[in-house]
């Protein structure tokens, strides 16, 4: 595997925001995450649930409810407004005011949508082919309105308030039913109950949740109360329905996420009833948003975490499918090294932090830790401009120029290490408004920005003033935004992926595409180029690994034997994404790649491990003679001394970067829970 000096940086003081809301679209396997400052996340549940869209937050804007209409997908938040997304160049399309004050909810059905207001109406929209259309109000009601759903029918919405639920005649707009929910017991009887969530099944059942805990089951056409579940002395902050309706899970402040039923309550019966059957504990703080697949629970809440619970009786027990996931970090790179200079750039929401990197004295046995001869130092503190969150940040290899991106302006900096100096490049070319990604040229002579529909804009660096070059557009239809985006070390190549699983390649002599990559079903999350052989090696989001000559435009003989073979079960059962790729300059024969929990040199001129192997066998090769450790040995060489990681990259002088995050440093930054469970409670 070889030995390298490690840098291990643990102070990129990285904090994931709470998850808010979420959305799921059944017909396209897209999860819609929305977190506290704004930010909104897609997620691909048929593709690995890769993160393969990420849209930035803005100041002031709170996303409180979110909701898909076919393809498209709106958010409401207590600013009033309602907003709809451009999931092609990833920004809010246009925002429209309701003019009922704060936004509680929202719900779409057909070509209609329906918002919750704090002033206590329920306003509809017309959705139109550009925007959507007030339309009009619903009879107005004598308190907030918290949630909504939509009978299936479309004729009927049932809304959520304090101390009741009211059910709307959709057409002609007047209510038709007031249910009445009970306060709960003792000291809180004086308490209003908040209906946090309500769920109208097609058989004109109601399904409600609110802040005394309790789950209820109403009757729509008589508007009588059925049955009542007390799940909890806490609130039941949210609720979500399987598509068959025969399941109902309810999330809690607790952090349990509850299941109903809609069963036999005994053998003998013939009636079914709604039965609590299971208990969930996968977070430790409020349940805010759930969302019910045919196969699994998806919930997620203020401890940051998004959970994926597969429900066993939906699934083959004791294989890939049924294993729980948690995403607790982003499916990208918020960290930028610069290998010549030894500096790291930390991307947050409102800020880029400059780090340079320590340096230790003298050598030492694998597994030593070295003196610190010089300590990390913090160099600059960069704020961004305006309200909107910066989506994408790079640093040059030099460490001389420094660029960011927000969905509305393009920055870049020029940089003085000696004296630590920074100064803002006035002088952009006009039409550079923005960018999906960045990336600098090895020789830090230009800036590569990808712009609207795959095309990469690409700037020539000089002071006091920076010339604009060419734009690089693919021959594609596509309009997916580009999430990928590397240069060779050489000054050749300029490669690209976007979000349609499409790879361009461009020449960057001729300024021209030089050839497109045959697609393949899954997403890439990582591409990069070996410098030597001029191969393209991209890892997809199913943990496929390609490598492609872009000489003789073809996969390589070791992909075409990877392929063939296949890759080890253990290495394609891992459930969180390869997020970056890079080379040994010195041997180019090694592939250094990580995900979140481990790093790996895949070296080419070993043999490939067999099915019956050990994937993991490094600890087990050190206690072998060394005529055993040739025979044992395989390509895939794994480290897992280090987890929870955000950058593995290799320097100039062959010494390995590696951030870590720990998710125990997050979970102590963490307000405390509502709730702490103790021991025979």
Not at 23 to 44: K, P
Not at 457 to 484: D, F, I, M, N, W
Request: hydrophobic share 40%; charged share 20%.
């Amino acid at each position: 595997m070889g030995e390298f000096k490690v840098h291990r940086v643990r102070f990129f003081d990285y904090m994931p925001t709470a998850i808010r809301a979420m959305a799921f679209n059944s017909r396209t396997e897209r999860l819609a995450v929305a977190r506290t400052d704004g930010a909104l996340e897609i997620f691909n549940f048929a593709d690995n649930y890769f993160q393969e869209k990420v849209i930035p937050g803005q100041d002031g804007r709170a996303v409180e409810a979110l909701c898909w209409v076919g393809r498209r997908l709106f958010s409401a938040g207590l600013n009033g407004e309602i907003t709809e997304y451009d999931l092609e160049n990833l920004r809010p399309r246009y925002t429209v005011e309701a003019y009922g004050g704060p936004i509680w909810t929202i719900s779409g059905k057909g070509a209609l949508l329906a918002v919750g207001c704090e002033d206590g109406t329920v306003k509809m929209f017309e959705i139109l082919e550009e925007r959507i259309q007030f339309q009009r109000n619903l009879d107005r009601q004598k308190g907030r309105i918290i949630s909504l759903s939509w009978h299936p029918s479309g004729t009927l919405i049932a809304a959520g308030m304090m101390d009741m639920i009211r059910i709307f005649d959709a057409e002609t707009g007047r209510a038709t039913h007031r249910l009445l929910v009970e306060r709960g017991v003792a000291a809180s009887k004086s308490k209003e109950v908040v209906v946090w969530s309500v769920v109208f099944l097609s058989d004109h059942t109601i399904i409600s949740s609110d802040s005394a805990g309790k789950v209820q089951i109403w009757d729509g056409l008589t508007g009588t109360l059925v049955r009542t579940h007390l799940v909890t002395k806490w609130d039941v902050l949210a609720l979500s329905v399987s598509q068959d309706e025969s399941s109902v899970i309810a999330g809690t402040s607790e952090g349990t996420v509850v299941q109903f039923q809609f069963i036999s309550s005994t053998v003998d019966r013939q009636e079914k009833d709604w039965v609590r059957t299971r208990t969930f504990k996968n977070h430790s703080h409020d349940v805010r948003a759930l969302v019910h697949t045919d196969t699994a629970v998806v919930s997620g809440g203020m401890d940051t975490q998004l959970v994926v619970r597969p429900l066993l009786d939906k699934v083959e027990k004791n294989t890939h499918e049924s294993a729980m996931r948690k995403v607790a970090f982003p499916h990208r790179s918020l960290v930028c090294c610069a290998q010549k200079a030894g500096l790291l750039l930390f991307q947050f929401p409102d800020h880029l932090e400059l780090w340079r990197l320590g340096d230790s004295d003298g050598h030492g046995k694998p597994g030593d830790s070295l003196p610190v001869k010089r300590k990390p130092e913090k160099l600059i503190q960069l704020k961004r401009k305006g309200e909107d969150h910066i989506c994408c940040s790079a640093l040059s290899p030099c460490g001389g120029w420094l660029a960011y991106s927000t969905v509305t302006s393009l920055r870049l900096y020029r940089l003085q290490n000696n004296n630590i100096s920074i100064t803002k490049v006035s002088k952009l070319p006009k039409d550079r408004r923005s960018a999906h990604q960045l990336c600098f040229s090895t020789d830090s002579s230009k800036l590569f920005a990808s712009s609207i529909n795959g095309s990469v804009v690409v700037v020539a660096l000089s002071q006091p003033e920076c010339r604009y070059l060419h734009t690089l557009k693919p021959k594609s239809g596509s309009r997916q935004p580009v999430h990928l985006l590397v240069a060779s070390d050489d000054g050749k190549w300029l490669a690209t992926a976007n979000t349609d699983c499409e790879i361009h390649v461009y020449s960057l002599g001729k300024v021209a595409l030089h050839c497109t990559v045959p697609v393949y079903s899954s997403c890439p999350t990582a591409i990069a180029i070996n410098p030597t052989t001029s191969n393209l090696v991209v890892v997809h989001a199913d943990q496929q690994i390609f490598e492609y000559s872009l000489v003789q435009k073809e996969y390589t003989a070791w992909s075409r034997m990877l392929q063939k073979r296949g890759l080890h079960r253990l290495w394609l059962e891992r459930d969180t994404p390869i997020t970056h790729v890079t080379f040994n300059p010195q041997n180019p024969a090694h592939i250094i790649l990580h995900d979140m929990f481990m790093f790996c040199i895949i070296d080419q001129s070993l043999p490939l491990p067999e099915a019956k192997n050990l994937l993991y066998n490094q600890m087990s090769l050190r206690s072998l003679p060394e005529p055993e450790r040739i025979i044992h040995s395989h390509a895939f060489k794994i480290c897992k001394s280090f987890q929870h990681l955000m950058c593995v990259s290799l320097l100039e002088d062959r010494s390995l970067v590696v951030v870590e995050r720990p998710l125990l440093d997050v979970m102590s930054q963490l307000p405390a829970p509502v709730r702490q469970k103790k021991f025979a409670t």
